[in-house]
């Protein structure tokens, strides 16, 4: 089946620096990639919207130069959460849909911490 | 614009209890719909859809169906197992594949030996 990655599962960094988290298809080309945001024991908040080479879709109230978005192939978009502050911690997914399929698959996700 | 309400857990069941998770939706025209669900530290994994009205979609034991008259997408299951012990969550995507999916807040569960 379509598997998607991300790196890291987990990292924990401290206020004011930046952190980037990849997301990456590794058997299929996905032209579209979505970006979401998990608290605990809540559910999954879409973020943004990536596209492979253009700019990034981002949804209402998500600060686009805080969370920076680059999906520079097919296989690849990374998402940067710069000058990291406390709030920002939490559980990041990635999903990507397969070629003509109307399924989204997800990554483990990565948890980030800032101290 | 497009929402997803599904019940409120936890949920705790016995083993080999008979499960359902209530879910309804809000939506223009004829959106997919979808279960989801994700074990303990682990991502999302698709459990099973339906793409049109009074489409079941089914998977490990698990089943809902499509039911336009109601809005509703109700999960089921005859027997539960303690490995079904999860977080579900219950999803629409509109008719454009590439629109973005709308979750409900999921549903924990707990299933006791």
């Known amino acids: 089946g379509a598997v998607v990655s991300q790196h890291p599962s987990w990292v924990i960094c401290k206020s004011g620096t930046s952190v980037k988290i990849e997301c990456r298809s590794l058997?299929?080309?996905?032209?579209?990639m979505f970006w979401y945001r998990q608290f605990p024991k809540q559910s999954l908040m879409l973020m943004a919207t990536?596209?492979?080479?253009?700019?990034?879709?981002?949804e209402q109230g998500v600060e686009k130069d805080k969370f920076l978005i680059n999906h520079a192939s097919l296989t690849l978009s990374t998402l940067t959460v710069t000058s990291a502050h406390p709030e920002d911690s939490s559980f990041y997914i990635c999903?990507?849909?397969?070629?003509?399929?109307?399924?989204?698959?997800f990554g483990p996700g990565t948890r980030l911490t800032v101290l | 614009g497009n929402s997803v309400t599904q019940m409120e857990g936890p949920v705790t069941l016995s083993e080999e209890a008979f499960l359902t998770i209530n879910c309804t939706y809000t939506a223009t025209g004829y959106p997919s719909l979808f279960w989801y669900v994700q074990y303990p530290g682990e991502g999302l994994q698709l459990l099973l859809k339906a793409t049109k009205a009074d489409d079941k979609g089914s998977n490990k034991g698990f089943e809902a169906t499509y039911r336009k008259e109601t809005t509703s997408f109700h999960l089921e299951k005859g027997s539960v197992q303690v490995s079904d012990s999860a977080v579900y969550f219950c999803?629409?995507?509109?008719?454009?594949?590439?629109?973005?999916?709308?979750f409900g807040k999921g549903t924990r569960l707990h299933i006791l030996p």
């Open positions: 990536s596209n492979e080479g253009s700019k990034a879709t981002y």
């Open positions: 999803a629409l995507r509109s008719m454009n594949r590439d629109d973005k999916i709308i």
């Open positions: 058997d299929f080309q996905a032209t579209t």
């Open positions: 999903s990507a849909i397969r070629g003509s399929t109307d399924t989204q698959y």
